[in-house]
C-alpha cells in the first residue's frame, strides 16, 4: 500500500509559478519501484493527465497544454515527486493529483494509488 500526500498548490496570478510536492510512505517502500504522474481536474471537467515520469526517471511524458511550462521530477531518496509550474494561465485551474504505478508509466494509465489533490487557482 502506498498513501500519497500532495501539497504545494495555493493561488496565483496569470504568469506565476508554483511547485507541487507529492510525498509517499508505506510500510518499506522503495519508490524506485513506481512510476509517478500527476493528473488534474478542473470544476465540471474529466480528470486529465498532466506529466509522467519513469522509475528511473530518465524518461518524462507531457500533456501538450503544459509542454515547456511544466516539469515533473522524483527524488526517490526523499520518496518524493514534484511539478515545477511556471507561465501559469487561468486555464491551469484545477484540483492537482498524483499518482503511482507498479507496472507502466504514460497517460493511458489506470493507475494503482492516487493521492488527495491540491487546489491551484490562476487568477487575471
Known amino acids: 500500500q502506498v498513501h500519497l500526500v500532495e501539497s504545494g498548490g495555493g493561488s496565483v496570478q496569470v504568469g506565476g509559478s508554483l511547485r507541487l510536492a507529492c510525498v509517499a510512505s508505506?510500510?518499506?517502500?522503495?519508490?524506485?519501484?513506481?512510476?509517478l504522474a500527476w493528473f488534474r481536474q478542473a470544476p465540471g471537467m474529466e480528470r486529465e493527465f498532466v506529466a509522467a515520469?519513469?522509475?528511473?526517471?530518465?524518461?518524462?511524458y507531457y500533456e501538450e497544454p503544459v509542454k515547456g511550462r511544466f516539469t515533473i521530477s522524483r527524488v526517490d531518496a526523499e520518496k518524493s515527486s514534484y511539478l515545477q509550474m511556471n507561465a501559469l494561465k487561468p486555464e491551469d485551474t484545477a484540483v492537482y493529483y498524483c499518482?503511482?504505478?507498479?507496472?507502466?508509466?504514460?497517460?493511458?494509465?489506470?493507475?494503482?494509488?492516487w493521492g488527495q489533490g491540491t487546489q491551484v487557482t490562476v487568477s487575471s
Open positions: 508505506g510500510r518499506a517502500l522503495d519508490l524506485s519501484r513506481y512510476s
Open positions: 499518482a503511482a504505478d507498479l507496472q507502466r508509466v504514460g497517460s493511458r494509465v489506470e493507475y494503482d494509488y
Open positions: 515520469i519513469s522509475w528511473s526517471g530518465k524518461s518524462t
